[in-house]
């Protein structure tokens, strides 16, 4: 000992310093910034007209006057009702009868356009007609058809002259009622004859009719441009048709009948600023000003046109425009509308169509127009505003086959009180209505009423009855379609559309179908909604507040279809569809109210399609849907298919959907519902799918519901409310449930029966989790198979009692549940029955009742309860002649090893379903080759087995009885069982051979003493005690412990007292090789520095002050700024310590100084860095040393930081760290130098005690 004492060399600290470099340019000249493809100039505003500028406009307009001709009374009349600013409310400062001074220039033009020196400025009509010749000159005689049918005679013509486009014709009647016809005789050439004005005297009465075959324009800067009493447009002829031409232009309203005007076989196209054609000379409020519009009411009482009508028979047109900011189309108290073709046109805030009370009524008709062959006219009704409501009626509209559309910009395209339609009939052919809405902004189609009493404004929802044809409502932004309520009686197909592409597509309180007629025609309803708005949400909220007399604060903003009280259909075949964007938080496909109790009601006869996408799919009350005369393999249709991402169908109280099967073949019913992130279906009362066509009977092809769901598939909690718990009843259906937490969970419930119908549940929690009401609860399976697969629990059930049965119709009824812990548990009585098929008396066919239970994480011998856990056992059996099996598999292995020790594989504990061996015949297969164990039963009366068998290493054991026993835990009712042969009880479990493993020692070259032998074979886990070096000397060397095969680590080293003694056994066999230290190795701590990089080179960059740079040493001193460089430095540093003792040692490394130029001028904020490995420990013993592995370490100037640090003998022989990669970033806003950079690292190794 002395002599190797005096050979210890002991080293403290060993340094190694590596310089680094970098060397930055600089590029003298100025650069200044360049914004490529990139242009700056001056922008030009161009100035815009707010609605402000656009009023002013509209009062400066100058009023026309007439300087050279007497005005008549209505003239002067209609001038000092202006000069009263009380007595005009009109946006639209125009005169009625008033003209500038014409200027020389105007005079040049008017002879351009072929006026008349000789024309007169006025023709003045009394009592009698006029015609208007193609030719400037004017008849003036009481019939004008006799001119038209060329018999009229000198004597009959009461005046004549000439007229051109500046002539008015005045009548000014003297008859209480005074009739007036005007014809307008055709141009060969094409030119329509024009005049200016068309108006009556002051305190006279006109009827005017326009004969047909007439071509007239009427053009002028006068407030109208036809104004009498009534204006009827045409007459019907006997076997002719001659319609008229009228082309109307004036500054206020062009055609101006406060007693109405009638469209016989006109032409009309008639624009003004006010309105085209209206029966008031005021404009109508905006419709949310409902005091206004009473007051617009009042005067029209005033005016005598409260009750004005536009009547239009078939074959005519009227288009009708109103230009200015609040013009409107067309304005009149009602409308009867016959085959005919009418358009309003509004440029502002207007109405395309406005309407009283009185309503519009459309009629698609036959007609013959006086001709002798009939043909089909088509009612028309087109209403168009920019930012008002298109076609607007404060009352009644009907529609008979005719097509009505309104289309605005920010409003509402349609608005009525109350809308009905009808089909019409034509030579076999159905004509179907049509209302279509259109809007950007706003509602599509509104169903509103208002009035106001005593100063009390009263809103109200519409309604629509619809019996055929399709409503269809489209907004950009806000809702397609709303109304109070819908009632659908069809005779014909019906189809209600509401789109939205930000919004809500059909809103209503109530949706009723319902015809008494057979067959039934179709509907479909289509809600769709693209994305969220809430700009027509209050008027939403004040409506359905008052449709369903509560107070509602909030709705969905964005829906396919919101009907908040009920959906009802009472037996036509229907197509639901309802879509919103399940991506947007709180969308609904279809949105109902769930506190009421009606909610949607479907019982088509014969098919049923629902389709709902959202957020959620389906919110109601209650949904219920059927398919009453059955699904055969030819007839009968019931699908719903739910697409969503939080809840697919959620009901305060049920989801029912049924129909009588009879088919054999998949006829395309399902029921499929995707939630994928939330629950498939929830209900508080209940979930009964039935489809089965009786008890007992045969039905082969099962409906296939599909839910897929994050969750729950379907959740049905019952906790006190208004209404009773229902149950869970799925019946003939082939239920699928995959991806949940849960499959079903339900709670509360009293029933829950599972009839005639197969199960395929795998989820990650429960497969299903059923527990019994207040008192008690039941649940039955009958005739129906299930496959679950799930995690801690599989089918488990409290508060019930379970009833399984099978034997009512023909094939094996099998249950199989795989669990993580718990197949089956039962928290209550099972009685399990197989009942004879009444056509199997010749007992040559046997259903099969199979319950196989398998958990994958119960030990038989050491779990706390069986893979079938029924409570104290209490299992009743009635097999009759049929067979029943339970079978419990467990997939992990029994804890003690099947040897020669005699063991108990299944546990004989309370829960357990066995009490005694002996009652169970026992085999065992191997699970390699299937081969038999021999089983030593000689201690099965203490209910132990064992097997001599030393050649397996796993095998299946398997206990089986068929026999009942009284007295036994399971089946054990031995008096009451009909065939107790045909009831097998069978128990599957995994034994394992108890693996032993060798200890042996090499002496490794040694030169004499006795090697240590250790004859004992250990199990895993067992503790082996290494032996000493004993007497074995190996000349030259010391003797410095064993290294194990297994953990690489030095047991018994005499030298380091830390060095373990014992060692805990494996799963393999260990050898113990000596370890033997040359004597004339000395004992010291180095430094290995082979592998240290000389020098670090981050190569020559220029100057960059805007960003921080990174670059990467490479050996070329190129390409520095790629990390993937072919040519990085790298390196590593190691330590060697062969020293005996059991100190240890630490390895640092540290920048000596921040980079700097020659003139010490500092790079400040730069950091070097490198990437180190993970240690190379394959020459080294004693223990891995801690420290750093497979990271970077950053480096911080004039600190040490520590890479590696041995204790106790860790660390002995070669430990070396690999350098991947060193890297240096260099931050934009350091100062920088044209010149090279420098420091040093220094690398040190140092002796710890």
Known sequence: MKRESKRLVRKTSVIRKAPSFLCFWLLLSVFAPILPNTVFAETEKVPTTDSSTLKTIQSDVVENELPNYNQSSEIKEENAMRSSKEAETSTSMVPENTAPETTEAENKAQKSRGLTRNAEAKITIVDTGIVLK???????????????????????????????????????????????????????????????????????????????????????????????NRLIIGELEELVWNPVLLKVRAAKVGIYTPDGTKNVTGDVDTSASQAGISMTKETPPVREDYTGLAQFYEKLDQEDAASSSYEALSGTKMLAHGTSANGCGAVFASYQLKGTELTGIADGAGYGIFSKEEGITIESIPDAHGQEAERFFEGKLNGTSVSGIGVFVDGYLTNYGGIIRGASTTATGVEAGNYTCDAVSYNGTDYLSELEGTVQSGFGILMRSASVYDGTIYIDPGDMQLNSGKVAGFAAEGTGVFTGSFRIEGNQEVELIGEADSGQGIVAANLLINTYSTPKPKVRVTGNSSG???????????????????????????????????????????????????????????????????????????????????????????????????????????????????????????????????????????????????????????????????????????????????????????????????????????????????????????????????????????????????????????DTSATIVSGEYGLYTEQAYVEITSGYSVGDMRIEVTADQYPVWIDGEVMISNYEKNDESTGSYYDNLSIITTSKGIQPDQGTYPAFYVKDHLVSIDGYSEKIQLIENYQKAVSIPF?????????????????????????????????????????????????????????????????????????????????????????????????????????????????PTDSNLYSQGDTVNVAPQGDLIKADHKFVGWLNSVDNQIYQNPFLSSTPTTYTMGQEDVTFTAQWQSDSIVEELNLLTNKIPDNLKFGTHKIENSTTKTYYATDSGNDTENAAASDLTKGAVGVEDTRLSTEGWSLTVKQLTQFKTAANQELNGAELSMDVGQPDLSQSTGGAPTGVSNQKVTLTPSLSSQLLLASGGQGKGIVELPIDKFTLEIPGTADKYASEYTTQVEWLVSNVP
Request: aromatic share 6%.
């Open 532 to 782: 969220e708005s809430s700009v027509t949400m209050a008027v939403l909220l004040e409506l359905l507040s008052i449709a369903t007399s509560s107070t509602l604060t909030e709705l969905p903003t964005s829906a396919g279809v919101i009907c908040l009280l009920e959906f009802s259909d009472q037996g036509n075949d229907l197509t639901l569809k309802a879509q919103a964007p399940t991506a947007i938080a709180g969308s609904y496909g279809f949105y109902g109210l769930d506190g009421t109790e009606a909610g949607i009601n479907i019982m088509a006869e014969n098919e049923v399609i629902i389709e709902a996408v959202g957020d959620c799919g389906i919110q109601t009350a209650n949904l219920e849907v059927m398919a009453s005369n059955g699904l055969t393999n030819t007839e009968g249709l019931l699908s719903i298919d739910v697409n969503a991402r939080t809840t697919g169908v959620r009901t305060n109280k049920s989801f029912k959907a049924s129909a009588p099967n009879a088919s054999t073949v998949d006829g395309g019913s399902k029921i499929a519902v995707t939630a994928s992130a939330g629950d498939g279906i929830v209900t508080s009362t209940g979930v009964e799918l039935k489809f089965i066509s009786g008890y007992g009977e045969e039905n082969t092809f099962k409906i296939p519901v599909t839910i897929t769901a994050q969750a729950t598939g379907i959740k049905s909690e019952y906790t006190t409310s208004n209404w009773s718990p229902e149950g869970i009843a799925l019946e003939g259906i082939a239920l699928t449930i995959a991806g949940a937490q849960e499959g079903i969970k339900a709670s509360g419930l009293d029933m829950y029966n599972f009839n005639s119908s197969k199960l395929s549940i795998n989820t990650k929690k429960t497969g299903m989790r059923l527990t019994g009401g207040d008192s008690s609860g039941m649940v039955m399976l009958a």
């Open 134 to 228: 193609n030719d400037g000159t004017y008849l003036l005689m009481d019939n004008p058809e006799d001119y038209a049918g060329g018999i009229h005679r000198p004597e009959d013509v009461k005046g004549s002259g000439q007229y051109d486009a500046q002539t008015i014709v005045e009548f000014a009647n003297v008859k209480d009622y005074g009739l007036n016809r005007l014809y307008s005789e055709k141009n060969p050439a094409g030119d329509s004859n024009t005049i200016q004005q068309i108006t009556i005297a002051a305190g006279s009465y006109s009827e005017l009719t326009i004969l047909s075959d007439s071509d007239l324009t009427v053009q002028t800067d006068l407030a109208y441009g036809i104004h009498v």
């Open 899 to 1011: 040897n020669a020790a005699p063991s108990i594989p299944y546990s004989i504990a309370a829960n357990f379903n066995m009490e005694k061996y002996a009652n169970y015949e026992w085999e065992a297969l191997r699970t390699d080759n299937n081969n038999a164990l021999v089983i030593d039963q000689s201690q099965i009366d203490q209910n132990k087995l064992f097997t001599l068998d030393t050649e397996y290493d796993e095998a299946q054991l398997t206990a089986k009885r068929t026999l009942h026993k009284t007295g036994e835990r399971i089946f054990h009712d031995e008096a009451n069982v009909a065939n107790p042969g045909q009831i097998l009880h069978e128990i599957n479990m995994i034994v394992r051979r108890e693996e032993q493993y060798s200890v042996i020692y090499d002496s490794n070259g040694a030169d004499s003493g006795t090697t």
